[in-house]
């Protein structure tokens, strides 16, 4: 099974990370979650600012590398933690929003 980080790992537009208006976590049937897609989103527009995917190997160690290289309290680093190691059960490419959608079963 994969997670969320390693989605976002190996994923990318044009030949670059994705960014945070290009992906949303739906559930199975495509229903947006709107807390997990505003984290998801939090994540990628200010922690992924210190560092890039490909320079880590796992969401733990991207959660270290951001806490002790950025000023974010700890309770912000659980909850990346959290979306991170969410299980990711498929992607669904949705060309006429011009989005990637992330399923997980929350």
Do not use: W
Not at 13 to 42: A, R
Not at 52 to 62: F, G, H, M, N, R
């Amino acid at each position: 099974m994969q997670t969320v980080f390693d989605v976002l790992k190996f994923i990318s537009v044009n030949h670059q990370e994705v960014e945070s208006h290009q992906v949303v976590v739906t559930d199975p049937v495509g229903k947006p979650n709107g807390l997990l897609t505003d984290l998801l989103h939090d994540l990628i527009n200010n922690a992924l600012l210190f560092v890039t995917l490909k320079d880590v190997s796992s969401a733990t160690e991207l959660i270290e590398h951001l806490r002790t290289h950025t000023p974010l309290p700890a309770d912000v680093l659980a909850e990346y933690a959290k979306i991170l190691t969410e299980d990711c059960y498929g992607l669904n490419f949705a060309p006429q929003k011009g989005q990637i959608e992330l399923i997980v079963h929350r």
